[in-house]
């Protein structure tokens, strides 16, 4: 067959197929899968939805008003924190900083400061909220093989969104423009910035760290933080538990004495971005998810130097290496927590080229204490993408929530619909298990499903009237833990506390358990039509008060 066919099935009517596109022809059709049913893939609407580099969605933000250009010379100096830090509060634009002191490069911050930008990359797209981002990624990560030919239509809309995931790879690439080699490289013509007074040094907030390991074609594709010890060299600090640092320590394991091949990109389109920081399965690598996210395939360039593929979109590549055991003692850095980190041992990336666009546009963010920074931000849209991900597996899951001033992942409140004896703990082992997004989750609470979790005074009001501290708490020794938390007794290992602040069931105890007190539903009515008139009659002399 020469073309794909998606299907549209109307409500009582039979399903017909619709050619959509040959599959050569992908990236010059705009598919739409919308959840109605409806999938049809004709020619592409609106190009400009579709971004392939971060300038082009820039100008999208400044065609709506959400990008503010600063000419007044600001600092990468602590400075550029302060401007933003006040931007997000105030739920303001992105900012382009056209004169950061000491360097030629503009300067983007506040990219992913709201909510409203993040959704931004999704617009126009069949996946319109980070919701139903999360149920496709529930079905990738759980595929489920249709049992019939009514239930395989049904799905179609959303599998057929598939055909835009694998990625093809361009000759050209616009950080092609400038290329430095060697003793040329020098990451000190770029704006990066010190965030705040106790930092150590610049450190690049907003790189796109491209790895791969010895046993899988995929590439990871993850923010990690580097901080800047030289003119070519990078401190590159990852977790033991993050795609990059698994890459690593494998081939260091099956190829010791090798250097480690390392891309990083700097201003990379926003859907490749976002796909850097979204809970990707494990059979899908960034690329893939990010043609996903933005309706079209993605646009790699092949990096000869290190065998890995680059956004082609991106406005700044380095390439290089980790060199066998060169490793650095990084930080003190202001974080996500709100306090300084401790001081760790990671190793140390070599750049050996340095390629940039014209007039390259360096991103980057800056951490800082929850809920006001990029982190938290992103941390918050993102908390509706793992609710269809762990209903997957927990269909008694009702919702889930990381409040994002106990830094977006160090406390987790879930509600569920209670079935048995014990369920409660099932849900909390399965939090800290089934993504390895929550390995350093501390606290899990789990309430039932009249609490919104959202609220914290309904999630006080359930742990103060439905928890026993002895009989409802569950606590784990010896678990890993984030080793930026000071709190607990070892680096990298610490305990986490589990509360039920469910009903109790028999066998969970002996008493009988009250009902929470509800309003009459027939008093309701009634009263409503009463309360109604009263307010009208207390508007109408209010209004008639202030006249007087």
Request: charged residues 25%.
């Amino acid at each position: 067959m020469s073309g794909i066919f998606l299907c549209h099935r109307s409500q009582g009517k039979r399903a017909r197929a619709i050619p959509a596109a040959r599959f050569d022809d992908l990236d010059q059709c705009w598919p739409v899968a919308e959840r109605s049913g409806l999938a049809l893939a004709g020619p592409r609407q609106e190009a400009n939805r579709m971004h392939h580099d971060l300038r082009s969605f820039l100008d999208r933000l400044a065609s709506r008003g959400d990008l503010l250009r600063v000419t007044d010379p600001v600092s990468p100096d602590l400075e550029s924190t302060s401007l933003c830090l006040r931007a997000l509060r105030e739920d303001g634009p992105a900012l382009l900083m056209q004169y950061p002191t000491g360097s030629a490069h503009p300067m983007l911050g506040n990219l992913f400061g709201a909510r409203r930008r993040i959704e931004a990359v999704l617009h126009g797209r069949p996946l319109s909220s980070l919701h139903e981002l999360g149920e496709l990624l529930a079905a990738l990560k759980e595929p489920r093989w249709p049992g019939n030919l009514r239930e395989a239509l049904s799905q179609w809309p959303e599998l057929a969104q598939l055909a835009l995931v694998a990625p093809r790879t361009v000759a050209a690439a616009a950080f092609n423009q400038q290329v430095r080699e060697g003793a040329e490289v020098d990451l000190g013509v770029l704006p990066i910035q010190r965030c705040w007074p106790g930092d150590v040094a610049p450190l690049i907030t907003f790189g796109l760290v491209i790895t791969r390991g010895t046993e899988r074609r995929r590439q990871n594709v993850a923010i990690y933080r580097q901080q800047v010890i030289g003119p070519n060299r990078l401190i590159m600090r990852w977790l033991p538990h993050r795609g990059g640092a698994l890459d690593y320590a494998q081939w260091r394991r099956e190829r010791p004495g090798e250097r480690f091949p390392l891309l990083v990109a700097i201003g990379a389109d926003p859907a490749t971005a976002l796909a850097a920081v979204a809970p990707v399965p494990d059979t899908l690598s960034e690329y893939e998810f990010a043609g996903l996210l933005r309706g079209e395939r993605s646009r790699l360039w092949h990096s000869e130097l290190t065998g890995l593929d680059a956004p082609a979109g991106a406005e700044i590549l380095l390439e290089g290496f980790i060199e066998p055991d060169d490793s650095a003692i990084e930080g003190p850095y202001g974080d996500h927590t709100g306090y300084y980190n401790a001081q760790g041992e990671f190793p140390v990336f070599t750049v050996q080229r340095m390629r940039m666009r014209e007039q390259a546009i360096y991103h980057g963010a800056y951490m800082g204490r929850a809920p006001y920074d990029e982190p938290s931000v992103l941390a918050m849209a993102l908390n509706d993408v793992f609710v269809p991900i762990l209903r997957k597996v927990f269909p008694e899951v009702v919702d889930f929530y990381l409040p994002p001033e106990a830094c977006s992942y160090r406390v987790a409140v879930i509600s569920i619909r209670k079935q048995y004896p014990g369920h409660a703990r099932r849900i909390m082992m399965g939090v800290w298990s089934y993504l390895r997004q929550f390995t350093y989750t501390k606290f899990v609470i789990v309430t039932d499903d009249d609490i919104d979790v959202r609220d914290a005074a309904q999630v006080l009001w359930a742990v103060a009237t439905r928890v026993d501290p002895a009989r409802d708490s569950l606590i784990i020794p010896n678990t890993p833990i984030d080793y930026l938390d000071f709190a607990s007794p070892e680096p990298n290992l610490g305990s986490k506390m589990g509360l039920d602040a469910t009903r109790k069931l028999p066998g969970e105890t002996q008493r009988a358990w009250s009902e929470p007190i509800k309003l009459d539903a027939a008093v309701e009515q009634r009263v409503s039509s009463i309360w109604n008139r009263l307010q009208q009659d207390w508007r109408a002399g209010t209004d008639k008060s202030s006249r007087n």
